[in-house]
C-alpha cells in the first residue's frame, strides 16, 4: 500500500458516509443518488487525473444512477430482523443487509468504472448495456420471486430480485468486453457496502441497547456510505484505468448536469418537502410554534435554493464558456465537490428544522464532516497499482466476513431482549 492511500480511502468513505446519511433524511432513489454522485465526485477530486476532470458529470452521474437505482429496495422489516433475539432470525437479518448492501456498491461501483473504462477506441455500449440490465432485472424478478418465491423480506417489495438481475447482467457485459478494472471495482466497492450495512445494524442494535440519546439509525446508514465508499476508492486506485481526452465538449456533459444539479434535486424536494411532514416535525419539538407559517418558508427557501444553485452551475460551466472545448481544472471540481455535498446538508438541515432547533445533534457532524473532508481532500493523491483480479482470495474473505456477521450476530443477541422494531422472518 502506498502512503496515501490509507488516507484517500478514509476521505472517500467519509464524503459518501456523510452523503448517505444524509440520504436517510429523504430515502428512495432520489436519495441514494444525490449521495453517489457525491461519492464519485470525491475520488475524481483524490485521483488528481486532468482526463477524469473531463468526464467529472458524466461519472458522477452513472454513480448516482447506480447507487440510486437499488434505493428501490425494501430493508425496513430486514433490519428489524437483526434487531431480534435468537441466532437464526438475527443472522439471517445482517446476511440480507449484507446482499442489499453489496447490490447497492457492485452497481454503484460497477457503473462508475464503465464510465472509467469508457475510451473512442472501446466505447462502452450504453444503450446496449442499460437494455440488458433492464431484461436482466425482469428476468431474475420473475424467476426468483414469481416463480421460485424466494421472498425476503414478505409482505415488503422484493425489488432486490431485480437490482440482482441488472448486476448480472452488468456483469456479463463486462466479462463480454473485458472490462476486468469495472468488474474488480463493482466487487470491491459491493463488498465494502455490503459489510458497511451488516456492521451499521449491528452498531445500531448496540446503540439502542446503551440508551445514549443519539439517532442510531444515521450511525448504519452512515457506515454502509462510509466501508462502501472505501472500497469503491480501494477498487479505483488499485486497478488500471485507460488515459482519455483532457478536454471536455461542453455539450456532452450539459445533460449530465443538469440531472445532477436540477433533476435529482428536485425530486428529492417534491418527494421530501410535504406541509405535514415539516409541520408535525416542528410541533414535535415546539407545540406552541406556528408551525404552518414556518413551514411555508423552509418549503419556499429549499425550492428556490434549486434554480438558483443550478443557475450558478450552469454559469459557471456552460454559459461563460465561449468554445465547444472545456477545460476543466481541479479548482472547478473542488468547488463542485463542496458545493454539491454542502447543497444536500443544507436540505437536510431544513427538512429535519435543524436550523430552528438543537433536538437534532447529527445534523450539525455533517458539516464537521464538510470541513474535515474539504482540508484533507487535496493533501493526498494515491498511486495507481493494478492488482488484477484474485477470486481465490476474494472466496476466503467472504469466508472471514461471514464468520465475522456470526460473531456479531452472537454479541447482538446477547446484549438485549425483547426491542422495539424487532422482527421474525423464521417462527
Known sequence: MNKHLLPTLLVTGMSLGTAWAIRGQFGHEQGAAWAGGIGALSIVLLAKRQD???????????????????????????????????????????????VIGGLFGLLGGGLFGLMLSDREDQPVLWHR??????????????????????????PRSEAWAACFGMSVAMFWYMIRHQHYAALRLA???????????????????????????????????????????IGMAYGTFTSEWPETAENSNRNNFLAP?????????????????????????????????????????????????????????????????????????????????????????????????????????????????????????GRYKPSFTNRGLNISRWAVNLLFILIAIALMTVIAIS????????HDRFN
Open 52 to 98: 477524469w476532470y473531463a468526464k467529472v458529470f458524466q461519472l458522477a452521474l452513472v454513480s448516482a444512477a447506480g447507487w440510486g437505482v437499488t434505493g428501490i429496495i425494501s430493508y425496513g422489516i430486514v433490519v428489524g430482523y437483526g434487531r431480534g433475539v435468537d441466532f437464526g432470525n438475527v443472522y439471517y437479518g445482517l446476511l440480507m443487509l449484507f
Open 129 to 154: 448495456l442499460i437494455v440488458e440490465m433492464t431484461i436482466g432485472g425482469l428476468i431474475f424478478y420473475y424467476l426468483l420471486i414469481e416463480e421460485l418465491g424466494w421472498l425476503m423480506t414478505p
Open 187 to 229: 466487487i470491491f466497492t459491493g463488498a465494502g457496502a455490503a459489510f458497511g450495512f451488516a456492521f451499521g445494524n449491528f452498531l445500531q442494535v448496540l446503540g439502542t441497547v446503551s440508551e445514549i440519546k443519539f439517532n442510531f439509525w444515521n450511525v448504519m446508514e452512515y457506515s454502509i456510505g462510509f466501508f462502501g465508499g
Open 257 to 377: 448536469l443538469l440531472i445532477l444539479t436540477l433533476i435529482i434535486p428536485f425530486i428529492v424536494w417534491d418527494q421530501s418537502f410535504g406541509t405535514e411532514r415539516i409541520v408535525n416535525t416542528i410541533k414535535g419539538f415546539n407545540p406552541t410554534a406556528n408551525a404552518e407559517a414556518t413551514t411555508k418558508n423552509i418549503q419556499w427557501l429549499s425550492f428556490i435554493l434549486i434554480p438558483v444553485t443550478t443557475y450558478y452551475w450552469l454559469y459557471h460551466f456552460y454559459i461563460r464558456q465561449k468554445t465547444s472545448k472545456t477545460l476543466i481544472v481541479y479548482q472547478d471540481v473542488y468547488r463542485f465537490f463542496l458545493g454539491h455535498l454542502g447543497f444536500y446538508i443544507v436540505f437536510s438541515l431544513l427538512i429535519t428544522c435543524a436550523v430552528i432547533s438543537l433536538y437534532r445533534i447529527e445534523q450539525y457532524l455533517y458539516i464537521v464532516n464538510l470541513i474535515a473532508i474539504a482540508f484533507l481532500i
Open 415 to 422: 446484549s438485549h431482549g425483547e426491542l422495539n422494531g424487532a
